[in-house]
T-cell receptor, first 117, second 110 residues
């Protein structure tokens, strides 16, 4: 089954304790992205990756890191989590259509609900 | 920054009625997409309309796009209880960033 898998689904952690949220897709998609969703704000893009070893900042990258060493994986790293990073996080992937980069629509993971106390 | 903004924020309709929601955006786009999210779950891609298209259908969904007004609408016909969800528009500006609005929450009453 084509899917994007995120882990964990739920996480409660303490301020300052480094954590990683994993994301893996099995569709051979070039494009992957991380979003956070907060009430009243919709989804805001944190980072995205156009292909292996190519990543770039989205609209709210502060406090986050990503890496794309393999095509299928795109982990989100919080080096020193703070309470304002309490949120619902989604990973998504898409195939890209050259030459415009027009995508065919995202496949989303089920989400990771993170609470930082 | 949010590119798309949905209107209304919330919508309550009777089963069998049509639901219409609108999306306005600020800059030129490659395509515009609509997604559905059931409570707390991941978003599901519904339909994509390209900037050179004006209308598109998929099952009970009808999407229109007016690039001169920078707006789109999503119509769900003959609504069902299972259509209860939040609906988001997302704009692809061709800069590898897909921008989402805050969503419209639709409640379908039995």
């Amino acid at each position: 089954e084509a899917q994007v898998t995120q882990n964990p689904r739920y996480l409660i952690t303490v301020t300052g304790k480094k954590l990683t949220v994993t994301c893996s897709q099995n569709m051979n998609h070039e494009y992957m992205s991380w979003y956070r969703q907060d009430p009243g704000l919709g989804l805001r893009q944190i980072y995205y990756s156009m292909n292996v070893e190519v990543t770039d900042k989205g609209d709210v990258p502060e406090g986050y890191k990503v890496s794309r060493k393999e095509k299928r994986n795109f982990p989100l790293i919080l080096e020193s989590p703070s309470p304002n990073q309490t949120s619902l996080y989604f990973c998504a992937s898409s195939s890209q259509a050259p030459p415009t980069g027009d995508n065919y629509g995202y496949t989303f993971g089920s989400g990771t609900r993170l609470t930082v106390v | 920054s949010q590119q798309g903004e949905e209107d209304p924020q919330a919508l309550s309709i009777q089963e069998g009625e049509n639901a219409t929601m609108n999306c306005s955006y600020k800059t030129s786009i490659n395509n515009l997409q609509w997604y559905r999210q059931n409570s707390g779950r991941g978003l599901v891609h519904l339909i994509l309309i390209r900037s050179n298209e004006r209308e598109k259908h998929s099952g009970r969904l009808r999407v229109t796009l007016d690039t001169s007004k920078k707006s789109s609408s999503l119509l769900i016909t003959a609504s069902r209880a299972a259509d209860t969800a939040s609906y988001f528009c997302a704009t692809d500006r061709g800069d590898y960033k897909l921008s989402f609005g805050a969503g419209t929450t639709v409640t379908v009453r039995a």
